[in-house]
């Protein structure tokens, strides 16, 4: 009489059934009854021959089972006999997988001027005026905030110290400036008669007499201009006087442009402007020179062409829009 032992065995990419003859030579056939392919070539023979095995007559066996390619293989090993080691099957470990779930909860941003006070909101009356009790930041108006509130404020420059062509404390009014009649050479200014009359021999508080163009350039006044300046702000030069026009500075931002690189982050800005070259004379009229933009170590990080002319009194530039922001061209008492 001849006993068989049947083993399942689940592989990773397939399942095969192994008929024993414990009185003859182990023999197996494989059907792979997943759409996988096995890959690994299993032997057709075993050449060893199995010990006999004593099965307890009370046990029952089974038949062997036709699996349909549907069906699912759970992966576990009967073996009847406990001593029995199938060499060629291998246990592969359980792997733990952990998902995480992460809710992200966004506020949505709020919208100054719609009229409803919202997070990070002081007011909102739903209107984009600057000269109201309530300005597009949405938060209370106040004397440095850069707005003049119609009615209770004469200006408002962020500074309000009373520098020259500024804002005095408390915004209540206007600081020392060109065309006040008042003449004040420290500031810059060669005359001030008061008006803004042009051929009357003084013009933007400089006299007509000059030579060149000198007469017509543009004061630039801002006290945080200067390298030695304290005040916290970051500017961008995006506000100059139109291309081809000249600049001078004046006032608290000093009477020129520095001829070395001020530290970064002075000036009132990120990259500070300074003049790469020697300050031209009198008697050299318009010459061409270079600016750079102190930047990340870098003395010249940015470069922009300018021209400057000494006028005597004063020396002016010719400053075109700067290449990159935040930079700010500096000046120097």
């Not at 690994?40 to 089974?62: F, G, Q, R």
């Not at 006999?81 to 941003?109: A, L, Q, Y």
């Not at 004063?314 to 700010?328: E, H, I």
């Amino acid at each position: 009489m001849e006993t068989w032992v049947i083993v399942f065995a689940h592989l990773a990419a397939g399942c095969f059934a192994i008929k024993i003859d414990t009185t003859d030579t182990l023999s197996t056939s494989i059907t792979d009854t997943l759409t996988d392919t096995v890959t690994d070539t299993l032997p057709t023979t075993v050449t060893d021959t199995l010990p006999p095995t004593t099965i307890d007559p009370s046990t029952t066996i089974d038949p062997p089972t036709t699996i349909e390619p549907t069906d699912t293989i759970e992966p576990t090993v009967t073996i009847t006999d406990p001593t029995f080691t199938d060499p060629t099957f291998t246990t592969f470990p359980t792997e733990t997988f952990t998902v995480t779930t992460i809710t992200v909860t966004t506020s949505p941003p709020s919208d100054c001027g719609n009229g409803v006070v919202e997070d990070g909101e002081e007011c909102d009356d739903g209107n984009s005026s600057d000269t109201d009790d309530c300005p597009s930041t949405c938060k209370q108006a106040f004397c440095g905030d850069g707005f003049v509130r119609a009615g209770a404020e004469v200006c408002d420059d962020k500074i309000n110290d009373n520098s020259y062509e500024g804002c005095a404390p408390g915004c209540s009014a206007l600081a020392p400036r060109c065309g006040d009649s008042v003449l004040q050479a420290a500031e810059g200014e060669l005359c001030d008669d008061g008006n803004q009359t042009a051929g009357d021999g003084c013009n933007a508080c400089l006299t007509e007499d000059l030579p060149g163009e000198c007469s017509q350039a543009v004061a630039l006044p801002q006290p945080g201009r200067n390298v030695a300046s304290q005040i916290e702000e970051v500017e961008c030069d995006l506000a100059l006087p139109p291309e081809g026009k000249w600049s001078r500075f004046v006032g608290s931002a000093g009477s020129r442009m520095p001829t070395t690189a001020p530290p970064m982050f002075s000036c009132g800005t990120h990259a500070p402007g300074w003049l790469n070259g020697q300050e031209p004379s009198e008697a050299d009229g318009v010459v061409a020179r270079e600016v750079c933009f102190h930047w990340e170590g870098e003395t010249c990080h940015f470069k922009a062409p300018i021209a400057v002319q000494n006028c005597g009194p004063f020396v002016m530039y010719r400053l075109p829009t700067p290449p990159s922001c935040a930079l700010r061209y500096c000046g120097v008492d």
